[in-house]
């Protein structure tokens, strides 16, 4: 429905946690044996991460509905999806986000839209979010470097918030951009991507309902280092397609610039779509680490949403168009 924020007083920790997984971060670090990590190139760090304690709980209560969008599997520990992070905009290492990505103001924080759509205009979170119902979605996360997460988003639907600015007959991809300030985001002085993060979509992979704004995860407003207060989650590509603290949105004829693809062309395509079967050039896809758990899985067709968008890519070669 809205994003109002019930004060802080109000909020018993009970309302708004997954209980069984509020230990301390050390605890849960330990138990989910992710100290080892081994991501694609090196392994995730996560020692010195006393700084990101104080911010845990500081997500603020939402209002929200339940929906049928919900996976049967574990979800991932609060600590750990708040914890473990890739937000390159405060540097490289995975507990930098926690770390420094609170350096970031968000508030006020205002959306541009604009490009091929009858009702371009800046608009503020509030306003660009608040008229659309808030839904809970548990969705599986894959990131490229062959580790996973499920968690539970709260957002609207990218799709019904992309209608109201009435895209027209031209907007054939949309196009996403994170917010740069070089004062706040300490990463970006490193030109490690070409800043700002740009991620965009086909229009029809936009509407497709299972693509979310979110504003919040585990009940709660986003932390900053999950791209608060406004990110883009697409569960059926590599996370780096969800791309975070968002201020422009523009509707476009051709296929955007993403950062990603830019920096490395033959590693990272403008779909990304999960696919065990397409190997990035330094590693296979066809399994994952699932954080907290020690076993491999293996990787699913669409990151298992296959049933909901294969028909996005009916007739396209998937091997080409990576
Ligand atoms: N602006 C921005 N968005 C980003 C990234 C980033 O570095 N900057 N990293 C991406 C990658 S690689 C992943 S895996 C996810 C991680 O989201 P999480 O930290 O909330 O799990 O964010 C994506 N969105
Ligand atoms: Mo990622």
Known sequence: MIIRHKKKSDISENNVTDEGTYHSRRDIIKSMGVAGLALGGGAVALNGLGQGEAQADAGEALDFATTDYRVDEDKTPFEAVTSINNFYEFGMGKDDPARYADAMSIEPWTIEVEGHCDKPGKISLEDLINPHQLEERIYRFRCVEAWSMVIPWVGVPLGDVLKRFEPNSRAKYVAFQTKYDR??????????LDWPYREGLRMDEAMNPLALLAVGLYGKSLLHQNGAPLRLVVPWKYGFKS??????????????FTSWQDSAPSEYGFYSNVNPNVSHPRWSQASERRVGEFRRRETLMFNGYEEEVAALYAGMDLKKNY
Do not use: L, T
């Open 183 to 192: 004062d706040e985001m300490r990463g970006v002085r490193y030109p490690v």
């Open 243 to 256: 791309i975070k603290s968002i201020v422009r949105i523009k509707f476009v004829e051709d296929m955007p």
